[in-house]
């Protein structure tokens, strides 16, 4: 998998509602990507690298272990926010990830909420989709945020 170089935040940086985490784009997916992550995360179900037996089950082809992208989107998070404040962090899997699919990753604030401390709290929702247009993955973090009026870039 690929490695962004830029530096990751360390302590909690200024979000308001409506900033987005920064799109980005992983793919095509291949076949040799998934089996990498097997063997990484130990899971493997032949599903996921055997073509005849995916196909003898019914699928179009093997397909990406869920946990793959879920594991990119929170890289994309810890990325974007400091890995340091991400207080939360949860997935729900919605669709199948197919050889030659392109991922597309994004992210929402959708809450800031108020706080007279020196850090406040951000909901984020979150979603990978593919090429298509479908959504397969969604997710929700929360994140310790500086307050707004700290910002210094004018918005997000």
């Known amino acids: 998998m690929r490695a962004d ?9 200024p979000l308001a509602e409506g900033d987005t985490l920064p799109e980005w784009r992983f793919g095509p997916l291949t076949r ?11 899971d493997f179900n032949p599903i996921h690298h055997d073509e005849p037996l995916a196909i003898a089950a019914g ?18 998070l810890s990325a974007w926010v400091g ?26 604030v959708i809450e800031v909420e108020s706080s007279t401390h020196e850090v406040s709290l951000a909901h984020v929702e979150l979603s990978v989709a593919r090429q ?5 993955l969604s997710g929700k973090a929360s994140v310790s945020t500086a307050p707004h009026e700290a910002r210094s870039d004018g918005g997000g």
Do not use: K
């Open 5 to 13: 170089t830029h530096a990751v935040p360390t302590s909690p940086i």
């Open 32 to 42: 040799t990507d998934i089996v990498r992550y097997a063997g990484a995360s130990g």
């Open 59 to 76: 699928l179009p082809s093997v397909f990406g272990i869920g946990m793959m992208h879920a594991g990119m989107l929170g890289q994309r």
């Open 83 to 108: 890995p340091h404040n991400i207080c939360a962090f949860s997935v729900r899997f919605e669709g199948q990830v197919w050889p030659d699919d392109v991922l597309t990753f994004s992210g929402t």
């Open 132 to 136: 298509d247009g479908e959504q397969v």
